[in-house]
């Protein structure tokens, strides 16, 4: 009884924040409507990152690389050939995809710090190719002049409220698809390789293919948000596949809190809304980025989400995460 | 019950939020005139950022922070010198604040990635610092006045130099692996073979890389010169490293302007002496008017002027006399940016700067040499090159039928 009725909440929640999402278009002007259509698309990757991270295990530090992929590819297809809107969203995505199927086996066979050492070492490679292929890439000086996409004469992109609404339409059902595939069987069995990926050997489950197949779907995922993104700014650069980017969606997982899938939606929320909120008042608006993450990690160890707002149990899997911790899985 | 009560706790939190987030915003038919500056003011480039701040505010609290009877308000922002970062910023800047007028930034690869949103939004827009080629050649842009330079504009005078006044016939370039390395090395290996010398070999080292033993070895011992392109604590562990492997003795060292900057200069040594430099500023220029900007500079920031402070002071200085010029009428978009196109000032500390109809300016490039004067090391201009355009003696249309300078262009001679 008692989940069902956490169900309905979750779902009543859900909906309530969806008609709020919509609604603030209405409201809000053209620049806090960007930095929100920022929020969404960064929402998205660290979303997929907690695909990895809080649900399979698997900490990567390379994550941004299938973003990168898909934005590059979306700039190059969109700018040098141009391609059409559907063109470059297809390309993008198989290309992000097939990325991530082949950096997934290598990485796969891997936990812990290996890792997240050869995913960071992968991520290099990806922005080594967007600073040096520069015939490709214009290197350094990144590609600009990505046009909104177009969907026909009715649905102009290039109004900043429409685009919103596109990518939080995008949002909506990339929230609603990660859901279902983290509650389907195959999701369970990926928190099943969280807590002791030997007992779900045993049970007979290959562990390695599914983990590869986390990797992929995240990855994919990932490419999805590269795509938005490289839509939104209408530029890319190597700076959107360095180790920081990878990093910084990284810290929005942890701040949100890994493991739930509104927190790492939550962080990238609350980290780019202090990036751009603070640093108008202050030079030092990175202290205070730095003081809430010591904080956060000294106190919410499992992010934000584990606060328990009352009544709202979207902490279901603390003390799972806990087991974790304490089991090493390293 | 409860639980009823939160969700209405939490939605009343959520639109509370909105309607200050929005509130916020719609204060916007205010009267003095705003400009946006944005810069790196964190990250290994905070220093340069910091200069080109302190340059614009000295401007204005000299000028007294008026303009045609209208205050003026400074609104800067941290650009983190990422591109993406800055385009952030910038839409802040011109959405959220409404700003009248854009100055700052500097890397190139912000200069291109902020051009498209400038013109599309029509904000006038100066680049004092961000000096990519393409922005004034290839792919110029309507709105982007440019007052500092474009990147190979000093390395072209300086090629010829090098080779008919300093006598130098084979020279090792080494400098940052991108655009504004491309392009400072590219221009002076232009000139430079085309009076006859020979680029023999090309380093590229990471941006911002510290250590320089591993490329020092690899220097040509065929060569009799090195042009370096460095700035902020690369450009000092270079020339430090460079005298301790016992090279300063072997190779007259050149290098672009930034590698020598008053920046980096106060912290070097006597190794850096000698160190020959093109660039169209240099704070010891033996003027009255650059005096009158260096001497109090000094007083109000704390440490000596650099390119990055006098670009941002004559920078500022440019937008505000184009305002006075149209009466402070900054929302007649199409007549500011004309101001801003035509104006002609002769007296800024760096000498006279016009614009080109290129959109950028033609101006002195000074050729450099570190000496130590007083105690204290100097740029003092040893040669300068009056009113140099960035196509330098070339015809613009030939010269941009050229590709822009790149990592592997001009192509090493055989």
């Known amino acids: 009884m008692a989940r069902a009725a956490n169900f309905k909440n979750k779902a009543l929640l859900f909906i309530g924040v969806s008609v709020l999402l919509v609604l603030a278009a209405q409201v809000l002007s053209t620049y806090w409507l960007s930095i929100l259509t920022l929020v969404l698309i960064f929402g998205i990757l660290a979303m997929s990152l907690d695909i990895l991270m809080g649900y399979t295990g698997l900490p990567s530090f390379g994550h941004s690389a299938f973003f990168g992929v898909a934005a590059y590819t979306v700039a190059i297809l969109s700018t040098r050939y141009g391609v059409g809107f559907w063109g ?9 995809t097939a990325v991530a199927a082949i950096f997934g086996l290598l990485v796969a066979h891997t936990k812990g710090v290996y890792f997240l050492m050869i995913t960071l070492a992968l991520s290099m490679v990806v922005w080594g190719l967007a600073f040096r292929w520069v015939g490709m890439t214009s290197g350094d000086n990144g590609i600009s002049g990505i046009p909104r996409p177009d969907l026909g004469e009715a649905v102009s992109m290039g109004d900043d409220v429409n685009f919103y609404y596109f990518v939080l339409a995008v949002y909506i059902a990339v929230f609603l698809l990660i859901y279902l595939f983290l509650r389907s069987p195959f999701g369970q069995s990926l928190k099943g390789i969280r807590e002791s990926e030997s007992r779900m050997k045993n049970l007979g489950y290959n562990t390695w293919l599914h983990k590869y197949l986390s990797y992929v779907v995240a990855g994919m995922f990932s490419g999805i948000s590269g795509i938005l993104w490289a839509y939104y700014n209408g530029f890319v650069s190597p700076s959107d596949v360095e180790i920081t980017a990878s990093f910084e969606a990284f810290l929005m997982v942890i701040l949100g809190g890994p493991g739930t899938l509104v927190g790492p939606a ?26 809430i993450y010591i904080l956060t990690i000294l106190y919410l160890p499992h992010g934000i989400m584990a606060l328990n707002i009352r ?16 089991g090493g899985t390293s | 019950m409860k639980k009823r009560l939160s969700y209405l706790f939490a939605a ?109 939004k029509k904000i006038p827009t100066l680049y004092p610092v961000m000096a990519p080629d393409d922005i004034t050649q290839r792919k110029r842009a309507k709105w982007i006045v440019r007052t500092g330079w474009s990147s190979s504009q000093p390395s072209h005078p300086f090629g010829e130099y090098a080779y008919k006044t300093l006598g130098l016939r084979k020279i090792v370039t080494l400098g940052f692996d991108y655009a504004f390395g491309w392009e400072v090395v590219g221009g002076f290996q232009k000139t430079f073979e085309e009076a ?21 070895p690899q220097i040509s011992k065929d060569a009799d010169g090195v042009f370096a392109l460095l700035f902020g604590a690369g450009a000092l562990q270079f020339v430090k490293q460079f005298k301790e492997f016992g090279l300063k003795d072997r190779y007259t060292l050149l290098g672009g302007g930034t590698t020598t900057d008053e920046h980096v200069l106060p912290s070097m040594g006597d190794e850096a002496l000698g160190i020959y430099t093109s660039l169209h500023y240099s704070a010891a220029i033996d003027t009255a008017v650059n005096k009158k900007f260096t001497v109090p500079y000094r007083e109000f920031a704390g440490k000596s002027a650099s390119y990055y402070s ?31 196109q035509q104006q002609t000032l002769t007296d800024v500390p760096r000498g006279p700067l016009k614009i080109s109809s290129y959109g950028n300016p033609i101006q002195n490039v000074y050729i450099r040499k570190v000496e130590r004067v007083n105690g204290e090391l100097q740029n003092t201009v040893v040669k300068t090159y009056p009113n140099v355009s960035q196509f330098w003696k070339y015809d613009p249309k030939e010269f941009l039928k050229q590709p822009v300078y790149a990592r592997d262009y001009p192509p090493m001679m055989k």
């Open chain 1, 88 to 96: 470059c969203v297809g390309g993008a995505f198989l290309l992000s």
């Open chain 2, 12 to 120: 009343l939190l959520v639109a509370m939020g909105f309607t200050v987030a929005s509130g916020a915003t719609s204060a916007q038919a205010a009267e003095p005139i705003k400009i946006g500056f944005f810069a790196p003011l964190t990250g290994f480039a905070a220093q340069t950022g910091k200069d080109m701040l302190a340059g614009l505010e000295f401007y204005l609290k000299q000028q007294g922070g008026k303009v045609a009877g209208r205050d003026i308000v400074l609104i800067s922002e941290d650009t983190e010198a990422k591109p993406a970062v800055a385009l952030t910023k910038v839409r802040k800047l011109v959405e959220k604040d409404g700003v009248h007028i854009l100055i700052g930034g500097l890397m190139a690869s912000t200069g291109y990635a902020l051009q498209p949103y400038v013109d599309g």
């Open chain 1, 266 to 291: 939550l962080g990238a929320g609350i980290i780019i809304f202090l990036q751009n909120f603070l640093s108008a008042f202050t030079e030092r608006w990175l202290i205070v980025i730095g003081t």
């Open chain 2, 310 to 340: 006098e670009a941002l002071y004559t920078g500022g200085r440019w937008a505000i006399e184009a305002m006075t010029a149209i009466g402070g009428k900054v929302e007649d978009r199409d007549g500011f940016l004309k101001a801003l």
């Open chain 1, 311 to 326: 009544g709202l149990k979207f902490n279901k899997t603390k003390t799972l995460s806990n087991d974790q911790t304490s």
């Open chain 2, 196 to 216: 006859g010398g020979k680029i023999v070999q090309k380093i590229w080292v990471p941006v911002g890389n510290r250590d320089y033993a591993p490329f020092l």
